[in-house]
């Protein structure tokens, strides 16, 4: 089977029919994966357009048609190889080769079919899956000696090696007997048909932001059926009519959502649990992890290899079948990932190049889809961001003089010199934010070599003192000890923080810093003084580069994506030009149902001009003139309005301007006649006391009185801000977003330290690849304004969910009508602008348009 070139159609197995905006975006992600060779595509499909099902229908398609095509091409170099040979000959070989792929493939469908067939009866007998018990004596019951020795470092010595995940050669060589550590071999030979026969597997691996996420697309991955991956008319012949063969998916995480060690799994932190865990594995270790993958278990692990792929499962599935088993699902998935054509995993998981060769995942020829991309350059720097605050600092050491007083003299050699050596670390941090909390200015960027000048620090090895830290598992143990000293002495409830993880954490970016790297400090408020340093990597360039380099293609799909420019620069600096595709897909909705305009001035002809920027947005006539546009708005918009912001301050800004009463005569504020059109919620940021009203409580308020039987203030009005809580991920569809008002432009403070290190980062290195001075100012000034759109964009996409809605959306801000800054929009955001200087008409001019829009919704 050739592969079809660009004009030829294909058929993508859509449930549905699909829309021509899908049909664009399925055959532009088809072609990017079949021209591979590090093909990148950066694609933009509006939320509602279904952009997760046309992911899944494309690049399963093309995954199927490769894999048929690598039968029929390993075919022909049979031929070739027989050359010269009689056609008999040739023709037994042919058959002999046909018949022992094709059985490979029947025994595999076979037998995952009746696991599927399993699954299901359970289902329909609704029986209740067994909580796991570790029976009375496996995990514990030690006398309260042991409880306090095993909190005892014992490293040294040199004898117990570890790989990268702490676990020791003799638990490495036990799961490679189990087929957890050298799976591979027996996997291709068993799959023989998935690669290309030099070594190089075809999988696509598809990651997003959350778990949630993630979900929705299994969710989605389960509804096309796709032809099988061997040759229908080779099945044909074989008498196998209208084969279909389902979707192997794998879904990989942390152990803290896979963990089903109860002893181990309510230690709550991702730290605390890798660490307990790995400590369970190694020799010297008392005990071992009921759960663990061993040869007493090898049955259920391989039937846990078996039911994932024949079942597409989510995380919860993962779960509940490894329980079911009582085998565990963070270390029996692995064995899944060969025979798997999907594997979807949370960003962390993929971005970070130690957690992917942890997990066994190799890009190489794979394809890697990033989905929600358009927040992907901030999860890079995510990744590898790390903190520590003063307060912590002081709780650490006081840990450690507890840890030392108790374990001190037990200490030998080697133990007792790392001890030590931690403790002069927290020291020397400790003085430096001590003594920066009392100079005068509330952040700036700390200089490395200067944290760790007091006590001798700056003399100590702290690529040694780490890797001491990660064998010994000493922070897992000192906090164990103290945890458990303290609940001995008093039963009131304490903080859960990891101290000494953190710690830990800030140190590895210590000892990783680069150039594109940068250590700061910030003052906190509070009643309590605290200040913190914290390390962020200002570019992503070369932490994704591995991704990039490795992989046979890589897609990166949003919602809202543009600007483009930026993922091209940070992410692929030296892709050539043949090899990135950019599409910006048209709504699915119809024309009429959107509604765009941008508002530049309160009158006709530029007068009472919107500009919020930071010099000018605090003028109160401005924010007055603001309040009786929406006031206006309120009047003609049914159902819901949402209302975005710069930031939170100045939402708090222009709340206090709106709520005081206006003149002499103290007539009523333009926040209570807003009150009096439409019920009014409003977002907080947590940092300032909005933990107390969640998200969900908020959007729980606001649908209730937007949905409310009698209606009698017609809806509801949502105060949000661009970036905040309520921004993304969040389904304001129909009648809770018939109008999104988008107030100003979030451009980021670019006096704030952070900013200042980027933009100058970006300057130079504009300037190191020859670029002008002016040239790497236009460079930064654009990475600049495309942050704050992309944001923008972001907010804009929480209206218009599906075919069906419609919605307005006001842009009040003269600069959006910038030629500059409407290009970074949306294309079917600048698609729905009509007419020319309509910006120019004022609140009139808005109120005309948004009136015959909404009439004509009625």
């Given at each position: 089977m050739a592969a079809p070139t660009s004009e030829e159609p294909i058929d993508f197995h859509h449930p549905y029919t699909p829309y021509p905006v899908q049909l664009e975006f399925m055959r532009?992600?088809?072609?990017?994966?079949?021209?591979?060779?590090?093909?990148?595509?950066?694609?933009?499909?509006?939320?509602?357009?279904?952009?997760?099902?046309?992911?899944?229908?494309?690049?399963?398609?093309?995954?199927?048609?490769?894999?048929?095509?690598?039968?029929?091409?390993?075919?022909?170099?049979?031929?070739?190889?027989?050359?010269?040979?009689?056609?008999?000959?040739?023709?037994?070989?042919?058959?002999?080769?046909?018949?022992?792929?094709?059985?490979?493939?029947?025994?595999?469908?076979?037998r995952l079919e009746r696991l599927r067939r399993k699954e299901k009866e359970l289902e329909e007998r609704g029986r209740e899956r067994k909580r796991v018990r570790v029976e009375e004596g496996q995990m514990g019951g030690r006398k309260e000696v042991d409880e306090e020795e095993e909190f005892l470092v014992v490293v040294g010595g040199g004898?117990?090696?570890?790989?990268?995940?702490?676990?020791?050669?003799?638990?490495?060589?036990?799961?490679?007997?189990?087929?957890?550590?050298?799976?591979?071999?027996?996997?291709?030979?068993?799959?023989?048909?998935?690669?290309?026969?030099?070594?190089?597997?075809?999988?696509?691996?598809?990651?997003?932001?959350?778990?949630?996420?993630?979900?929705?697309?299994?969710?989605?991955?389960?509804?096309?059926?796709?032809?099988?991956?061997?040759?229908?008319?080779?099945?044909?012949?074989?008498?196998?009519?209208?084969?279909?063969?389902?979707?192997k998916e794998i879904t990989l995480s942390s152990r803290q959502k896979l963990c089903i060690n109860p002893t181990v799994a309510r230690l709550g932190s991702v730290s605390a649990i890798n660490d307990r865990c790995t400590e369970l594995q190694q020799s010297k270790s008392k005990e071992k992890c009921a759960f663990m993958p061993n040869t007493e278990n090898l049955k259920q692990a391989h039937q846990f290899r078996d039911t994932t792929l024949a079942t597409v499962p989510d995380i919860e599935d993962m779960y509940r079948i490894g329980k079911q088993l009582q085998v565990c699902p963070y270390y029996a998935s692995r064995t899944a990932i060969p025979g798997a054509e999907i594997i979807t995993l949370p960003y962390p998981l993929l971005l970070q190049k130690n957690a992917r060769e942890a997990l066994g995942i190799e890009l190489e020829g794979s394809v890697v889809i990033i989905d929600e991309a358009h927040n992907i350059m901030d999860a890079v720097a995510n990744v590898y961001a790390a903190d520590i605050r003063l307060s912590e600092l002081r709780r650490g050491r006081q840990m450690l003089g507890v840890y030392v007083k108790r374990f001190g003299k037990k200490l030998k050699g080697?133990?007792?010199?790392?001890?030590?050596?931690?403790?002069?670390?927290?020291?020397?941090?400790k003085d430096w934010l001590e003594t920066q909390l009392q100079v005068k200015g509330d952040q700036g960027i700390a200089d490395p070599n200067s944290l760790l000048k007091s006590r001798g620090a700056d003399q100590i090895n702290l690529y040694t003192l780490m890797k001491y830290i990660q064998d010994s598992k000493l922070a897992y143990k000192i906090e164990s000890y103290v945890a458990h000293a303290e609940d001995s002495q008093d039963s009131s409830p304490k903080s859960s923080t990891p101290v000494l993880h953190t710690l830990v954490s800030f140190l590895a970016a210590l000892t990783n810093l680069s150039t594109e790297g940068r250590i700061f400090y910030e003052k906190l408020p509070g009643d309590n003084p605290d200040i913190k340093l914290s390390y962020l990597l200002l570019s992503p360039t070369h932490a994704f580069s591995s991704i990039a380099s490795?992989?046979?293609?890589?897609?990166?799909?949003?919602?809202?994506?543009?600007?483009?420019?930026?993922?091209?620069?940070?992410?692929?600096?030296?892709?050539?030009?043949?090899?990135?595709?950019?599409?910006?897909?048209?709504?699915?909705?119809?024309?009429?149902?959107?509604?765009?305009?941008?508002?530049?001035?309160?009158?006709?002809?530029?007068?009472?001009?919107?500009?919020?920027?930071f010099g000018k947005r605090s003028d109160k006539t401005m924010i007055k003139n603001l309040g009786l546009m929406l006031?206006?708005?309120?009047?003609?918009?049914?159902?819901?309005?949402?209302?975005?912001?710069?930031?939170?301050?100045?939402?708090?800004?222009?709340?206090?301007?709106?709520?005081?009463?206006?003149?002499?005569?103290?007539?009523?504020?333009?926040?209570?006649?807003?009150?009096?059109k439409k019920p009014l919620f409003r977002d907080v940021s947590s940092l300032t006391g909005g933990v107390a009203s969640s998200t969900d409580d908020i959007l729980g308020q606001y649908s209730t009185a937007v949905d409310a039987p009698d209606r009698p203030h017609r809806g509801a009005v949502l105060f949000s801000v661009i970036g905040g809580r309520l921004?993304?991920?969040?389904?304001?569809?129909?009648?809770?977003?018939?109008?999104?008002?988008?107030?100003?432009?979030?451009?980021?403070?670019?006096?704030?330290?952070?900013?200042?290190?980027?933009?100058?980062?970006?300057?130079?290195?504009?300037?190191?690849?020859?670029?002008?001075?002016?040239?790497?100012?236009?460079?930064?000034?654009?990475?600049?304004?495309?942050?704050?759109?992309?944001a923008v964009n972001q907010s804009i996409g929480r209206a218009v969910r599906h075919r069906g809605d419609w919605s307005g959306i006001v842009l009040v801000d003269r600069r959006y009508g910038m030629d500059r800054v409407r290009g970074k929009l949306p294309g079917w955001i600048r698609n729905g602008m009509k007419g020319e200087g309509m910006d120019n008409r004022g609140v009139a001019g808005l109120m005309g348009g948004l009136g015959a829009f909404f009439r004509g919704k009625a």
């Open positions: 532009t992600v088809y072609d990017v994966l079949e021209r591979g060779n590090g093909q990148v595509g950066i694609l933009e499909s509006p939320t509602g357009t279904g952009k997760s099902l046309s992911l899944i229908c494309s690049a399963i398609t093309w995954l199927r048609n490769h894999k048929r095509n690598g039968f029929d091409a390993g075919l022909d170099e049979t031929r070739r190889q027989m050359v010269g040979e009689p056609e008999w000959m040739v023709e037994t070989a042919l058959r002999r080769k046909r018949e022992e792929l094709v059985g490979k493939w029947e025994e595999r469908e076979e004898e117990d090696e570890r790989d990268e995940e702490g676990l020791s050669r003799e638990t490495r060589e036990m799961m490679v007997k189990v087929g957890l550590g050298g799976w591979k071999k027996e996997e291709e030979e068993r799959d023989g048909d998935e690669g290309d026969g030099e070594g190089i597997k075809w999988q696509i691996y598809y990651t997003s932001r959350t778990h949630s996420q993630l979900t929705q697309f299994i969710s989605e991955l389960r509804r096309p059926k796709f032809p099988p991956s061997l040759p229908v008319e080779i099945l044909e012949k074989d008498g196998k009519e209208e084969t279909k063969e389902t979707v080697e133990n007792r010199v790392m001890v030590a050596q931690i403790g002069k670390v927290v020291e020397s941090l490795s992989a046979r293609a890589v897609i990166l799909a949003g919602g809202t994506m543009s600007p483009f420019e930026d993922y091209k620069a940070h992410l692929f600096p030296e892709l050539p030009g043949g090899k990135l595709t950019t599409l910006s897909c048209g709504h699915v909705i119809p024309e009429t149902n959107l509604f765009v305009h941008t508002l530049a001035s309160y009158k006709p002809g530029g007068l009472d001009t919107f500009e919020f920027s006031l206006n708005i309120c009047s003609v918009a049914p159902d819901g309005v949402v209302v975005f912001f710069p930031s939170y301050g100045y939402l708090d800004e222009v709340v206090g301007v709106w709520q005081q009463g206006e003149g002499e005569g103290g007539g009523k504020s333009i926040w209570e006649r807003l009150e009096a921004s993304e991920g969040i389904n304001f569809s129909d009648a809770l977003c018939r109008l999104v008002l988008i107030v100003g432009l979030p451009y980021p403070n670019l006096h704030s330290p952070e900013w200042k290190a980027r933009i100058e980062y970006l300057e130079s290195t504009c300037v190191a690849r020859g670029g002008s001075k002016e040239e790497a100012k236009v460079e930064a000034r654009e990475f600049y304004e495309n942050a704050a759109m992309r």
